[in-house]
């Protein structure tokens, strides 16, 4: 054993490590504020530079445990190095595998979970006292959103948690027993922490959760709001540009919420809206909840209250089961609705899940092909949607420096980023760009000045 310090010394940097959704995203920057507020921590790029390294996990996808634990490896060679230097793992992987990481990494101090970082000054003040571990992975009833600090404006766009938690169990999916059951934040703590960004920076706000559209909170009247009233709510805000939310679900996509893509001018033309499977078998199987003329007819409704809404989406290839013919009918549903991007994976066992217990029985091989066949679709679909775009002068919200000099880089209502000359006083403008190029995963155009 290393001889510890008898005294603690001051901590003064914070580094943190995210892996995951953009709910870890939002996670990560709230722990930095609540680090910040509690002991004046600064974040810092490097971990090698942090008094305190936190690991913000995901565990939603294979191989996220060993991810974790050879990231720690790095972390242990500072640590030895310094010892009074704290690590803590927290996020999805620290929800499941609790004390099991400080049984096989004994040098991480902290093991916490999506529903306890609100502790985390608590737990770094028990450990400089009592030299201790502390793994506090309890679903608490408290909501964690009460101990935070307000939130602080991080650059134009910014993000709001408005529930944590799912309650679908699809049946691949470690996410309602990482983050535990579906909870809404009550409407007025939503409209508040929105107001404090956009008394800030903020121009931009993505309302964040698993499934948004299942939210139910607790309404300014005492009534349960839906997600659609939320939506009508935040989108009156003053000083609020433009309006996205993310993650929704088939199931519960109402007609109000198809109606607001046509209503609301701040809410912005871009949907995702995974179904993972185009096959009513699969559907059933993963308990999705919905089948494929459902989605298909969702697809129709919005693109008649909205015509230029750009969808995306996520697919599972290789679920146990899936036979080729599934499969074909999950490339026939993505030529369907002709989507701008989505994401595929290879469907693969989680523990815990009850798809994790049966057998995985479509060979890696079949996986590899069905998923390169998959994004080769996809590709050219994005290839696509971006040439569409070339002529065409499109609204662009600036929000930052490109890394060429003199560029500037943007997003369109649709979500797509756009890089053109300009300079750096448009940040938080909208601006008029003509699309010239078109790349990959990006746009460039042309700054249309006042008497071009
Ligand atoms: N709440 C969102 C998705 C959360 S997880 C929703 O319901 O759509 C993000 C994506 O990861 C999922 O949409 C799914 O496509 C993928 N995913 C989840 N579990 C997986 C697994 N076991 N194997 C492969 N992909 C998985
Ligand atoms: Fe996972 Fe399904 Fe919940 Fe999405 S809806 S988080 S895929 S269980
Ligand atoms: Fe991953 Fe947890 Fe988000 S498993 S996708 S970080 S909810």
């Not at 974790?68 to 929800?95: A, F, H, T």
């Not at 146990?320 to 066992?349: H, I, M």
């Amino acid at each position: 054993m290393k001889k510890q310090p008898k005294t603690a010394r001051n901590l003064d940097t914070l580094f943190i490590k995210t892996y995951g959704c953009q709910m870890n995203e939002y996670d990560s920057s709230r722990m930095a504020d609540m680090m910040k507020e509690a002991y004046g921590l600064r974040l810092v790029g490097q971990p090698a530079d942090a008094d305190v390294i936190l690991m913000n996990t995901c565990s939603v996808r294979e191989k996220a445990e060993e991810k974790v634990y050879s990231e720690l490896g790095r972390y242990k060679k500072l640590k030895d190095k310094r010892p009074d230097m704290i690590i803590g793992v927290g996020g999805c992987v620290g929800q499941q595998e609790g004390e099991r990481i400080q049984k096989r990494a004994p040098y991480v101090d902290i093991v916490f979970g999506p529903q306890t970082y609100h502790r985390l000054p608590e737990m770094v003040k028990k450990i400089r006292r009592e030299r201790v571990k502390v793994t506090e992975i309890d679903m608490p009833e408290i909501e964690k959103f009460d101990h935070l600090p307000k939130a602080e404006s991080h650059g134009i766009a910014d993000c709001v948690t408005i529930m944590e938690g799912c309650d679908k169990f699809c049946t691949f999916c470690v996410v309602p027993y990482t983050r535990g059951p579906e909870l809404s934040r009550p409407v007025t703590d939503i409209l508040d922490e929105c107001r404090q960004l956009l008394a800030g920076a903020t121009l931009e706000i993505s309302l964040l959760g698993q499934n948004v559209n299942g939210y139910r909170g607790m309404g300014p009247d005492g009534e349960e709001w839906d997600f659609t009233m939320l939506l009508y709510a935040v989108a009156e805000l003053e000083g609020l540009k433009r309006l996205r939310f993310s993650t929704s679900h088939p199931m519960e996509m109402t007609a109000e919420l198809c109606v607001a893509f046509g209503e609301i001018p701040q809410l912005m033309p871009y949907l995702h809206l995974p179904i993972q499977s185009g096959a009513d078998a699969l559907l059933k199987a993963m308990h999705r909840g919905h089948d494929r003329e459902h989605y298909l007819q969702l697809i129709d409704a919005l693109r008649q209250h909205c015509p230029d809404l750009a969808l995306s989406s996520d697919f599972i290839v290789g679920y146990p089961g899936e036979t080729d013919a599934d499969f074909e009918q999950t490339l026939d549903l993505v030529r369907r609705v002709v989507y701008d991007s989505a994401y595929c994976f290879k469907y693969s066992p989680r523990p815990g899940t009850p798809a994790g217990k049966a057998e995985d029985d479509v060979p890696l091989a079949v996986k590899d092909a069905r998923l390169q066949q998959l994004l080769s679709l996809m590709r050219e679909q994005t290839r696509q949607a971006m040439q569409r775009q070339l002529g065409k002068t499109l609204q662009v919200l600036v929000e930052k420096d490109s890394r060429e000099a003199g560029d500037m880089q943007g997003r369109t209502a649709d979500f797509k980023i756009v890089h053109f000359k300009g300079n750096p006083r448009q940040v938080g403008q909208i601006m008029p760009v003509r699309i010239t190029e078109a790349y990959g995963q990006s746009l460039r155009g042309e700054l249309i000045l006042a008497g071009d």
